[in-house]
């Protein structure tokens, strides 16, 4: 398909006027802020949400986004620290830029990105009590969760539990940022976590998924380098 009557494609006009892909992303985020209406999100918040809009190209993401008050500031400081990330899907670990953690802390390896769910004692674990995998993976992960980062971008089930061992205080995490996507129990394990008193950024409603929970990750990163104008 060509995007000219001429039947000239598209790409020459790249070829013409060159863009690099820096250039490119710039010029998206000065599109997003000049298309963007007005809304009610800090500068610092406006860095995280901004971020998701470019990663989805959606700004009804404006009406869905939710920050706990000490969201960003807790999120920043555990970067800063090395806190070690648990993620619900290897979809996230992948998309995490591992340079970008180091810019923030310059001791994060790969292995501070944990996932537990295709671990062969969790799979085992989940079809003898017939429960999803994600579930058994977040119980696995107990001893990093405390004062870790948990990121969910897929399994309400993970986040639900995650719910109950908060509440039952065996961890606290540093900041959860809650994006898991779909329609069964996902409503409903948001609200449960922005009821605990627990740092976090959460999309409300059904909406989520891994792009935009690691976008989230990026743009606190982002933050924690430049806390003013990132």
Not at 30 to 39: C, N, S, V
Not at 90 to 109: A, C, D, H, K
Not at 114 to 130: L, P, T
Request: net charge negative; glycine share 8%; charged share 20%.
């Amino acid at each position: 398909m060509t995007s000219t009557v001429s039947g000239k494609a598209l790409i020459h006009s790249l070829y013409d006027r060159p863009m690099s892909g820096q250039a490119i992303e710039e010029r998206s985020f000065q599109l997003i802020d000049e298309e963007t209406p007005a809304h009610g999100f800090s500068p610092e918040q406006w860095v995280v949400v901004r971020r998701m809009i470019h990663t989805v190209a959606d700004f009804g993401l404006l009406d869905m986004v939710r920050f706990s008050p000490d969201a960003l500031d807790a999120g920043t400081k555990a970067l800063l620290a090395g806190r070690p990330i648990y993620v619900d899907s290897s979809m996230i670990r992948s998309g995490l830029s591992l340079p970008r953690l180091r810019s923030v802390f310059s001791g994060y390896r790969e292995e501070d990105v944990v996932c537990h769910v295709a671990d062969e004692d969790v799979a085992s674990e989940a079809r003898e009590k017939g429960l999803p995998r994600s579930l058994f993976a977040v119980r696995k992960a107990v001893p990093i969760l405390d004062g870790g980062i948990a990121v969910f971008g897929n399994a309400p089930v993970a986040l639900m539990e995650l719910n109950r061992l908060i509440m039952e205080g065996q961890v606290r995490p540093a900041l959860v940022v809650a994006m898991p996507v779909g329609f069964v129990h996902v409503v409903e394990s948001k609200e449960e976590l922005m009821s605990l008193g627990i740092p976090y950024v959460a999309v409300a409603g059904r909406r989520g998924g891994s792009t935009l929970a690691v976008s989230v990750l990026h743009a606190l990163c982002s933050l924690a380098g430049n806390p003013v104008s990132a």
